[in-house]
């Protein structure tokens, strides 16, 4: 019998252990890269809380040790596609009556988890996988994640006492149902959080979950699903499967009970999967929710004004951080040219103090990039700059190498012109393009900042002056979903900096807010009337002379 009101109060979020040296956060976690570099892991598909293995192995080596071998995932078919989808809908009922305190508690126990037993595993499996660093998984993998879980059941809690008024003689209620259908979440490489967010948080509001990570993510979500799996989810409710994103897409997107997507990869893939949906608008039973974030070209705008120290900073974490893999890195910065020499002169030496190498060192602060595919295109564009006649030059790095893993220095570009590809195109790696203008034309430099690239996603702005930190606020009010003052455009913290961009950006439903989690529910309102009209006259009606 339930006879309580429930609630969740509003949490902190997770403190960032510094795995200093002597630290006992060092020591475990060093302790679990051994032991995950000692075991050849044989990671399943979950389909229905099962574990399900196909006829086709695939390895898992680092990005930056590619001769080891981590162990091998199964990839999937249309066999498993179908089976996921049909695991899904089988458990929609039961875990759409399931009692909020029930499900709630479900993500609350995977949080603790991931925070105290889980949490040298998991960041251990990032770093391996992912090739991040010590720090980048600490804030990722255990504490953004971590906060994710914990601020959306409060979120949630807080959006189901919203309810509306209920005058004398009625009782007014609103139900915060589940979406009709299954939701499909398709997960990036770089960030292990974004892995577990986009499946739990639809899960969370009572949705059931088809869930298909990138495959160079694959060895850290099998760990985030262990952990789902231990803190009592129910079978079918969230199912991890391994099949090729088109072939996914092909089947999830024709399928009549399709009820969404929740969404965070490349503009292109993700402009098609809203185009498919919509040619299948008339197969499905309720209009799908869209949610996505895709990508950025996130600038930096230095004023006359601002601190040169500050800038280098800023410039040195915010581009080169996670090998610049973050939707949010800085890939372009615009430097007035009374500011322009001491700041090049400054990063440039801070770049060489930069160590790069294997995760498992962990004085190494640049590590490698996701995979070759990757590594090929970023390079691409730093050959590119070698042969721009003039238009583009590499004032640092610009070196590369792939025999032992997917390494690439990194590299600061200047382009004298506005245009030039690398201050446009997406890059996604450790390059960092700078421009210069003249002091006095800082105002219609905005103007090419904000027209130059199609993404809004981050922003970062560097002033002294608070009369210019205003205006330029107001003038790229459309620039950027998350702008930053004097401060980096990276590392946004859930509860703090809601996440997500405009334009080529995505969708801006805010992950790490109420926001995201009302594309997840469909309200229902009910009118209870206590005493029932008898009679279908008004006042009105009557006759005056009576």
């Not at 999830?252 to 498919?276: E, I, P």
């Not at 025999?403 to 590809?421: C, Q």
């Amino acid at each position: 019998m339930q006879n309580g009101y429930f609630q969740f109060a509003e949490p902190k979020n997770e403190p960032v252990l510094n795995y200093a040296p002597g630290s006992p956060e060092r020591a475990g976690l060093k302790k679990a890269l051994a032991e995950l570099k000692a075991t050849h892991r044989d990671i399943p598909m979950y389909i229905d809380g099962k574990e399900v293995r196909s006829n086709k192995k695939v390895e898992i080596r680092p990005p930056h040790e590619t001769s080891h071998l981590l162990g091998h995932f199964y990839a999937g078919d249309e066999t498993h596609v179908h089976q996921a989808i049909d695991a899904a809908l089988a458990a929609r009922e039961t875990w759409a009556a399931t009692s909020w305190e029930v499900r709630a508690n479900i993500f609350m126990k995977a949080a603790e988890l991931l925070a105290t037993k889980y949490r040298f595993k998991m960041n251990a499996a990032t770093m391996l996988g992912q090739s991040k660093n010590a720090y980048q998984a600490e804030i990722d993998s255990a504490c953004e994640l971590i906060d994710f879980l914990r601020f959306n059941v409060h979120f949630l809690t807080e959006i189901y006492k919203q309810q509306p008024l209920s005058p004398q003689g009625f009782h007014n209620r609103l139900e915060y149902r589940p979406l009709e259908g299954f939701v499909l979440a398709v997960t990036p490489f770089n960030f292990s959080a974004i892995g577990g967010n986009l499946p739990t948080a639809p899960a969370m509001c009572g949705n059931v979950v088809v869930w298909k990570p990138a495959n160079t993510q694959i060895y850290s979500a099998s760990v985030f699903m262990e952990i789902l799996l231990e803190a009592g989810l129910p079978d079918g409710v969230i199912n991890l499967i391994y099949p090729p994103g088109a072939m996914i897409g092909d089947i999830c997107f024709n399928h009549h009970l399709f009820a969404g997507v929740h969404f965070t990869g490349s503009t292109g893939v993700f402009q098609s999967m809203w185009k498919t949906i919509g040619d299948n608008i008339p197969k499905y039973r309720s209009f799908p929710r869209i949610v996505g974030e895709t990508g950025g070209k996130d600038f930096v705008f230095v004023h006359p004004t601002a601190n040169v120290d500050e800038v280098v900073t800023g410039l040195a974490r915010g581009a080169f951080e996670y090998q610049g893999q973050k939707c949010s890195a800085a890939s372009r910065a615009y430097l007035p040219a009374n500011l322009a020499d001491e700041i090049k002169t400054k990063l440039i030496a801070e770049l060489k103090t930069m160590k790069m190498g294997v995760v498992d060192d962990f004085t190494n602060f640049i590590n490698a990039v996701i995979d070759e595919k990757a590594f090929n295109s970023i390079t691409k564009y730093i050959d590119n700059v070698k042969n721009s006649n003039g238009q583009a030059a590499i004032i640092h790095g610009g070196t590369y190498d792939k025999s032992k893993g997917y390494f690439i220095e990194p590299t600061l570009i200047e382009a004298k012109d506005p245009n030039y590809v690398t201050l446009c195109e997406e890059i996604f790696g450790p390059v960092l393009t700078l421009h210069v203008y003249e002091p006095d034309q800082w105002i219609l430099t905005m103007d090419i900042v904000d027209k130059t690239s199609p993404y809004a996603l981050t922003g970062a702005i560097f002033a002294k002056d608070r009369h210019a930190i205003e205006y330029m606020t107001k003038r790229f009010v459309n620039s950027a979903g998350n702008f930053y003052i004097n401060d980096k455009p990276t590392g946004a913290v859930v509860g703090q900096q809601p996440f997500g961009g405009a334009r080529a950006s995505g969708t801006n439903d805010k992950a790490g807010s109420a926001l995201n989690l009302y594309r997840w529910l469909s309200a229902r309102t009910i009118k209870e009337t206590q005493v029932p009209a008898t009679n279908y006259r008004y006042p009105f009606h009557a006759d005056q002379a009576d």
